[in-house]
């Protein structure tokens, strides 16, 4: 989340299990939101960024999804989807170590 505060991005963030150990980390920010689900997290976001695995997050409406990015983005830091699914709902899908991850939908 550093490098996008330092970027001057404002972080919308949900983790089932690491809200109390972020609210620790980080405290009280103007440019951060912790949010208490998924689907909060996206709300006027403009790219989507997963950094954890949890179950809550691979079953996704990427329709649904799409339509509340402000950017139809996602970077997945976990490889949780398939790419040819993401990008056939018009999504642009960034995911670590998978080179076919940045054709376009």
Do not use: H
């Amino acid at each position: 989340m550093e490098a996008l505060w330092r970027a001057g991005a404002r972080v919308q963030a949900y983790d089932p299990e690491a809200m109390d150990e972020c609210r620790r980390l980080y405290g009280e920010r103007d440019d951060l939101a912790l949010v208490d689900s998924r689907e909060a997290a996206v709300q006027n976001a403009d790219a989507l960024v997963i950094c954890t695995e949890w179950k809550v997050f691979r079953m996704v409406d990427f329709d649904w999804l799409k339509q509340q990015l402000g950017l139809p983005v996602i970077v997945d830091g976990r490889n949780l989807y398939n790419p040819e699914t993401v990008r056939k709902a018009g999504l642009l899908y960034f995911a670590v170590g998978r080179g076919d991850s940045l054709r376009r939908p």
